[in-house]
């Protein structure tokens, strides 16, 4: 889809095992083995057989405490408003969300304020 932006994830690495760039890696192959090649795809990705579901690089960030924490779960939860999918967080309904709010640690109606102001998950 043109325009789409890729969803952001969490990943819990196992202590002492930081090798971010192959665990990403090894999900990306797994979960396109599981799709049928239908996707669009350019003529390099075709050229390289390379599918056209992931982008090509990803950002990793060690989380520094429980400030920057939430700052990336903010973000990450406000990223379908940001992106135009829907206007109110709680409408997206692919978000974990939906499971800290049951969870207590956000409210139902939390609308993301100051939430675009948060460099979380973007490169400067």
């Known amino acids: ?6 969803p952001r994830c969490r990943i819990t690495a196992v202590p002492g095992d930081d090798d971010f760039a192959n665990r990403i890696k090894a999900m990306k192959i797994r979960f396109v ?3 049928p090649p239908t996707e669009g795809r350019s003529l390099i990705r075709m050229a390289k057989d390379e599918r ?3 982008q090509r ?3 990793d960030h060690a989380i520094r405490d429980e ?5 990336h779960m903010d973000y990450v939860h406000f990223n379908p408003v940001k992106h135009g999918y829907v206007s109110v967080v709680a409408h997206w309904p692919h978000s974990a969300f939906h499971r800290w709010v049951k969870a207590g640690a956000y409210p139902r109606d939390w609308d993301g304020e100051g939430a675009l102001d948060v460099a979380a998950g973007e490169r400067r």
């Not at 889809?1 to 890729?6: I, P």
């Not at 400030?67 to 700052?71: H, L, Q």
């Open 67 to 71: 400030g920057d924490y939430a700052r």
């Open 57 to 59: 690089r990803f950002w």
């Open 52 to 54: 056209g579901i992931w």
């Open 33 to 35: 083995q599981a799709l």
């Open 1 to 6: 889809m043109k325009g789409y932006k890729a």
